[in-house]
């Protein structure tokens, strides 16, 4: 009796398990953690716009969070990985420092990018890189307006959505 009073037990404890364990399923699953980095000017010459990158990232930021799709990881541990490291962000040239950068900073997906104001056109190249490959897993490019801020946003809206769908 106490041998099939300890296996029923064991199988209502296994059971359980079992039950908690089908529950969680792939939409349980928290979304992947992107990291932003300030989109580079690369127009030749001057500098098209004073903090356009900063004002560009932060429009991606924004896209990807209303997305809902990713989970964006916060500047502040970007800052604070980079402390760790004891670099500047001057010091952050390449994609494979930026890449370890991120993952320390706890993210799977960083967005890189760059956009080059000529002769009157704004052009946006973004893309999205795994943090472990360093592999290209999405990117997306816009060309508008050079004249139209309104444009440029909307530009990185699109081209955002492209990247996180």
Not at 82 to 104: F, P, Q, Y
Not at 141 to 164: H, I, K
């Amino acid at each position: 009796m106490i041998s099939l009073y300890r296996n029923l037990c064991v199988l209502m404890a296994v059971a359980a398990v079992l039950t908690g364990c089908a529950k969680r399923g792939l939409h349980d699953r928290p979304p992947a953690a992107v990291a932003v980095w300030d989109i580079e000017n690369l127009s030749p010459g001057s500098p098209a716009q004073v903090d356009l990158g900063e004002i560009l990232s932060g429009k991606v930021i924004q896209t990807i969070t209303s997305a809902g799709n990713y989970r964006v990881v916060e500047r502040q541990r970007l800052v604070l990985a980079l402390e760790e490291l004891n670099l500047g962000t001057s010091d952050v040239v390449n994609d494979a420092t930026r890449l370890k950068i991120g993952a320390m900073a706890g993210a799977q997906f960083m967005v890189f990018g760059g956009y080059q104001s000529i002769g009157g056109l704004m052009r946006l190249d973004l893309r999205m890189v795994g943090v472990e490959t360093g592999k290209v897993v999405a990117a997306s490019q816009r060309t508008v307006s050079g004249t139209d801020p309104s444009a440029w946003l909307e530009a990185t809206r699109e081209a955002t959505l492209e990247l996180v769908k």
